[in-house]
T-cell receptor
């Protein structure tokens, strides 16, 4: 079974600064997909970024980028130029090929301070 | 596009009663929908996978007779919590996968339903 671990329950960052959220996972699969989801106070889940394991290039979406280390089974999220609207719970998630459902990590609560 | 709604957004019910939660894909068809449960300050846990026109697939430890799922159309799945008890109080979130989508992980989440059982 796949497991996803996020070792930082809470983090804070000053507005405009950069922050990195950690995620590690455990799987015996060679190909899979990884995601970061954001859940703001509204509780609506929002996709931040996705990464396909067979792609070596790290995914980027504007201010969001990942550091995908397949051998280490690590998938960290870097948020640059943090904004107050980035305040949210961030969940790392795993999906195996052919699978349809996510396995979510426990989440990291990020607070962006003015 | 790709909006998923849930109704109600918040419901309070008395212990022993049943409550139905609806999940609708508003502008796309969803052969498959998923139901998650989220306890306060915790992650999302998959409860069941709902497939249109067939029986839902429940995760281990989820009582299928207590959490009834019906996916009668390509745009609607319902979760009925039967004989609710205070321990069923939680935040329930659905997600919907676009029919025919080849993009892995292309799911859209509803805004969630907060259930409080008194």
């Amino acid at each position: 079974a796949q497991t996803v671990t996020q070792s930082q329950p809470e983090m804070s960052v000053q507005e405009a600064e950069t922050v990195t959220l950690s995620c590690t996972y455990d799987t015996s699969e060679s190909n899979y997909y990884l995601f970061w989801y954001k859940q703001p106070p509204s509780r609506q889940m929002i996709l931040v970024i996705r990464q396909e394991a067979y792609k070596q290039q790290n995914a980027t979406e504007n201010r969001f980028s990942v550091n995908f280390q397949k051998a280490a089974k690590s998938f960290s999220l870097k948020i640059s130029d943090s904004q107050l609207g980035d305040t949210a719970m961030y969940f790392c998630a795993f999906m195996k090929p052919g699978g349809q459902n996510f396995v979510f990590g426990p989440g990291t609560r990020l607070s962006v301070l003015p | 596009g790709a909006v998923v709604s849930q109704h109600p957004s918040w419901v309070i019910c008395k212990s022993g009663t049943s409550v139905k939660i609806e999940c609708r894909s508003l502008d796309f068809q969803a052969t498959t929908m998923f139901w998650y449960r989220q306890f306060p300050k915790q992650s999302l846990m998959l409860m069941a996978t709902s497939n249109e026109g067939s029986k839902a697939t429940y995760e281990q430890g989820v009582e299928k007779d207590k959490f009834l799922i019906n996916h009668a159309s390509l745009t609607l799945s319902t979760l009925t919590v039967t004989s609710a008890h205070p321990e069923d109080s939680s935040f329930y979130i659905c997600s919907a996968r676009k029919t025919g989508s080849r993009r892995l992980g292309e799911q859209y989440f509803g805004p969630g339903t907060r259930l409080t059982v008194t």
